[in-house]
Every structure is written in structure tokens, then in C-alpha cells.
């Protein structure tokens, strides 16, 4: 689970649409942080899309706010195999010192050949 928290003020209301039953929307994309962790514990950042066309015109979203990942993630189910008939499915394990308080393996080094 990934819990966000954005600031609404910075919403570029010129993207704001209606759906079809009169409720409005607004397109957002959640990217992992390429620097990994934040000082506060976020991994992710949350940025409004502002539509295809804009963003082939260049235009970027504004940043709207941060989220962490709470616990630990699991698909609720696994994803279909690849062309290699291989599982795509990522199980996420939990950080060293997660919110579980389980910690993880230092490294990902095993004794397999490839």
C-alpha cells in the first residue's frame, strides 16, 4: 500500500474534467523518487497529468505531493507469464527495519549460476 498526501492549491485546474456522471476528475501519476528515500520517509511523488497533448508539447505536471509505502505489498494475484512464459510478478519484501519490523536480507546475493 502506498499512502499519499497531496496539496490540493497546486492542482493546474485548466485539467480538471468531467466524467460522464457529472463528478470531477483529475489524472495523477505516482513515481517511484529516483533517489530513492526522502528525510521524511517518502518513496514516491505525486505529479498531476496534465493530458497527452500538453506533455508531447512539453509541458510537465506540477508536483502535487509525496507518498510512502506502508507495510508490505503483494499482488492480489500473480501477473500472467511473458513472452518467456516467464511470471512478471514482483513479491515485495519488506525494508530493513519496515514497518513490519521484520528486516531484509542485506544483500540479494545467492549461490545460483545465472
Same mark, same amino acid.
Given at each position: 500500500?502506498?499512502? @499519499?498526501?497531496?496539496?490540493? *492549491? $497546486? @492542482? /493546474?485546474?485548466?485539467?480538471?474534467? +468531467? =466524467? ?6 483529475? /489524472?495523477? !501519476?505516482?513515481? +517511484?523518487? $529516483? ?17 497527452? +497533448?500538453?506533455?508531447? *508539447? ?8 509525496? #507518498? ?17 512464459? +516467464? ?7 519488506? !525494508?530493513? #527495519? #519496515?514497518?513490519? =519490523? ?13
Amino acid at each position: 500500500m502506498i499512502r @499519499i498526501k497531496i496539496n490540493l *492549491a $497546486k @492542482i /493546474d485546474q485548466t485539467a480538471v474534467f +468531467e =466524467g460522464k456522471n457529472g463528478a470531477r476528475y483529475v /489524472d495523477l !501519476t505516482l513515481m +517511484e523518487n $529516483k533517489q530513492g528515500l526522502d528525510q521524511y520517509g517518502n518513496s514516491h511523488m505525486c505529479v498531476q497529468d496534465l493530458g497527452k +497533448e500538453r506533455r508531447l *508539447a512539453g509541458e510537465k505536471g506540477p508536483i502535487l505531493g509525496n #507518498g510512502k509505502t506502508i507495510g508490505t505489498v503483494k499482488p492480489s494475484r500473480p501477473a500472467p507469464p511473458d513472452d518467456r512464459g +516467464e511470471s512478471t510478478t514482483v513479491w515485495n519484501r519488506p !525494508t530493513a #527495519g #519496515g514497518a513490519s =519490523g521484520v528486516s531484509a536480507p542485506a544483500d540479494d546475493s545467492t549461490d545460483l549460476p545465472f
